[in-house]
């Protein structure tokens, strides 16, 4: 049995510490449903036991959110937040227009996009067509409404 190589994945400090933070947290809800299980055990038949069922699929959520997270933070690898040389990198703070006005994105590792927060993942069409571009340039990049075109404005 051969070990596969994963490839680091980049990632922001503060992507980095709110992982962690999650992974905590899951880590210390997981006694309290491991006890639910337990409980709804003890009553009866499992095969109706729709408690039982119920705290099992949790638990099992649970336990793959904090194994995704793991293999995630044993890859990370934490990019310094950068931009100050005018160029697009993860850490940058990027200003740009496109045909609905400006907006200002955070870019971000693969793992860490989150839109409604104002980041950009390097890994989305936006993202990667920004990475190692400069204000002033125009970016096209595809999205599932065909191809869209933004210009940045700023990158810090």
Known sequence: MS??????IPMTASGFTALSAELAELRARRPAMVEE????RSQGDLS?????HDAR?????LDGRIQTIENTLKRAQVVEETGANGVVRIGSKVVVRDEFGEASYEI???????MSRGLL???APLGSALVDRRA???VTFKTPAGERQATIVSVG
């Open 3 to 8: 070990k596969e190589k994963h490839e680091p």
């Open 108 to 114: 971000v590792g693969p793992t860490e996009g989150n």
């Open 48 to 52: 109706e036991n729709f408690g039982y």
């Open 57 to 61: 699929q949790h638990l099992g959520m």
């Open 121 to 123: 993942s390097v890994a």
């Open 136 to 138: 002033g340039d125009t």
């Open 37 to 40: 299980v337990a409980a709804a």
